[in-house]
């Protein structure tokens, strides 16, 4: 069967998550995604228990190169190769230049400045091969900041999403998520302007540069907000798991401990079913729940009689028995719910890869599903250098005198 993109080759630039997410959903569609990478610097890729102190002064010769697959690496780089090239040597960009040469394209998200040092800008690489594609994925991207760091934390908070975060009376030092949400939207966005990049490329015959700002990946999430302040000239505050049009709509404490169950009611029709799922009570009969607007007024008094109902089951058998009368309930999942979650396991979703040092671990499988031209089967990150004589000598057609002397002068490295 031929994968979506097969034939396609992507040089992979990115660590991290936002940059190695994104190439790896291209890999999952059959691109062919060659990591190039350096033990001059580790990142993402060490995980614990790597040797410790600057990379350019430990001894490769005594590490086990196969045991550094740190696990957050094992998971954002399957399905890829790996060459290592030490792009902090100037030789390293001649190389590379041969590379892209046979390539479609380029993906980075290293720090501001860096591949403009290393000679290998967009600028460089398009003399080169002129229908080449670079895709940077910069913080911030061109402007007055461009060169400030940032990491998921901070571009939450940056970007307005850590102030929502939380219910009203939330303090702003704990209005955090867990997740770095910017990342995985930043990485699905860029697979799809590498898409749109190769599909223009192939009407056109033209390369072209793309950025990806991983702020403005953030920042869009918040639509409804800026525009409240836009239209409104109002500043919202968060709101919890309320919703300001709808009753009920909120997350329910069940039996267990920290358990809960999320019931989102948004039609009156779906209020009387509501009621006929928990036997009718009596309190759902009284005036002040009769409608939307009274519920809303009364929401507190609301949402204590429904906890009064949830307290008595535990969060999935609240989610089977809203669901059956059709109502949108939702237990709130904690990991091990989700790793033996019934819906995820038929789907396939759950994937066991062996990632070496660490031995097999399960991790969630792809988002989308083609019914054609997908991967059937998903290989575990590689080994750094691990495609080294694929790359040098089968699509560089260097000779082994050429290896050797790049592999002595810690080019290839």
Partial sequence: MALALQGTRILDLTDAVAGPF?????????????????????????????????????????????????????????????????????????????????????????????????????????????DIIV???????????????????NLLSFTGFAYSWGHPDTSVEERAASNYYGDYIAGMKTAAAVMAALYHRAKTGEGQYVEVAQAEVTASLLGPLYLDYFVNNRISPPRGNRHPQFAP?????????????????????????????????????????????????????????????????TPHQVMKILQSSGIAAGAVQNGEDLYFDIQLRARGHMLEIDTGRQGLITFDGPPLHLSAGQRTQTKGAPILGEHDDYVYKQLLGLTQAEIDKLTESKVIF
């Fill in 135 to 153: 895709v940077s994925m910069p913080s911030l991207g061109n402007g007055p900041h461009e060169q400030w760091t940032t990491w998921g934390m």
């Fill in 22 to 130: 994104a190439t790896m959903l291209l890999a999952n569609c059959g691109a062919e995604v060659i990591r190039v990478e350096s033990r001059r610097h580790l990142g993402f890729r060490a995980g614990p228990g790597a040797p410790q102190g600057p990379e350019d002064q430990i001894d490769f010769s005594k590490v086990d190169m196969s045991q550094l697959v740190g696990a957050n690496f094992a998971r954002f780089n399957l399905n890829k190769l790996s060459v290592a090239l030490n792009l902090t040597k100037p030789e390293a960009g001649d190389v590379f230049k041969k590379l892209v040469q046979v390539s479609d394209v380029v993906v980075d998200n290293l720090s501001f400045g860096v591949v403009q040092k290393w000679g290998i800008d967009y600028d460089a690489l398009s003399r080169i091969k002129k």
């Fill in 249 to 313: 709509y909120n997350s329910y404490r069940c039996k267990g401990d920290d358990r809960w169950c999320v019931i989102a009611i948004r039609s009156e029709d779906e209020w009387q079913q509501f009621r006929q799922a928990l036997d009718s009570p009596k309190w759902a009969e009284d005036a002040k729940f009769e409608n939307i607007a009274a519920r809303l007024k009364n929401i507190a008094e609301l949402d204590e009689n429904i906890e009064k109902w949830t307290r008595q089951y």
